[in-house]
């Protein structure tokens, strides 16, 4: 059964950082595609940032380049979203997402299967 975990949200002011967090068990393909999302009230869903895990591969969404990094430990089967200079709209409900299964390919289109996710962490940015 995989898992995923995510942590590290929180509240700061605006121009702050804050890095999140996702944990992932109970699988064991090496190469996957993990993304992170975020869902405002009233809002849709985001895609926020991807990476594939085969060969560290990552993409953003344009309203968070040059602010957000992903990044991954493989050793601790972690991904880490790394968000400075945040602003007042980047206040969300942050998921952590990952298709174990799709090609390179599916997750640098942003094509990918996510077909588990996280709980879910809350950021909240004050101005």
């Known amino acids: 059964q995989v898992q995923l975990v995510e942590s590290g949200g929180g509240s700061v002011q605006a121009g702050g950082s804050l890095r999140l967090s996702c944990a992932a068990s109970?699988?064991?393909?090496?190469?996957?595609?993990m993304g992170w999302f975020r869902q405002a009230p009233g809002k849709e869903r985001e895609g926020v940032a991807r990476?594939?895990?085969?060969?560290?591969?990552?993409y953003y969404a344009d309203s968070v380049k040059g602010r957000f990094t992903i990044s991954q430990d493989n050793a601790k089967n972690t991904v880490y979203l790394q968000m400075n200079s945040l602003k007042p709209e980047d206040t969300a409900m942050y998921y952590c997402?990952?298709?174990?299964?799709?090609?390179?390919?599916?997750?640098?289109?942003?094509?990918?299967?996510?077909?588990?996710w996280g709980q879910g962490t809350q950021v909240t940015v004050s101005s």
């Open positions: 997402a990952a298709d174990m299964v799709g090609p390179w390919e599916e997750c640098q289109i942003g094509n990918a299967d996510f077909g588990y």
């Open positions: 109970g699988y064991t393909y090496s190469s996957k595609c």
């Open positions: 990476i594939y895990t085969g060969d560290g591969s990552t």
